[in-house]
């Protein structure tokens, strides 16, 4: 369950006041290191890797399983590495707010998926060890609590965005890349396009992709 939701009214224009509308998503490694929310609360580096990377590979899981396009399920990423930028792990559920994230992605991206299968899927992969979960679910009383936490999460994540959905990926430009250097049938642009899904460090793996290319390293041909 997630905690520390009181006053999520009260911290909306708190959070907008802190970060303005349009936040500021670039930050040091120092800041993302040392003194991320989570730091403070006691998780350390280590920890928070590992949780970060869990919430990626849960929406990875939960957007196939809902059949949203990759550029989807990166948005959602996008919207929880920024939330928790700027909120701790110690105080929410990751899983939780990586649903939140993606039910907001499916709208931003114009694919959007109805409330009650991402709820649905969700429960089900939360809970995946237990065999009962998919019926339990089902049940009014288990499906009302789910939604009603999903619907306050989303309060908390708009606001602590400052309402900024705005992402831009490295999908574009890679792709004209791509058609630039004509390897749409060579295997690094499979390649390029992994290396993106995987690390996924937005427009700076895209534009390292690109200069890659124009150094002509298409000229060595791979074998696919």
Known sequence: MMTGYSGVESSSSQLQEDYGVRGRWYMSRKEIEENSPSRRDGIDFKKETYLRKSYCTFLQDLGMRLKVPQVTIATAIIFCHRFFLRQSHAMN???????????LAGKVEETPRPLKDVILVSYEIIHKKDQSAAQRIKLKEIYEQQKELILLGERV???????????????KPLV????????????????????????YDRQKIATSLYQLLKQKIVHYSIPI
């Open 176 to 199: 004209e890349a791509i058609k630039k250097f004509k390897v749409a049938q060579n295997a690094l642009a499979q390649v390029a396009w992994n290396f993106v899904n995987d690390g």
């Open 93 to 103: 559920d990751r899983r939780i707010i990586a649903t939140v994230c993606m039910f």
């Open 157 to 171: 994540v708009l606001a602590t965005l400052g309402f900024d959905l705005n992402v831009h990926h490295p999908y």
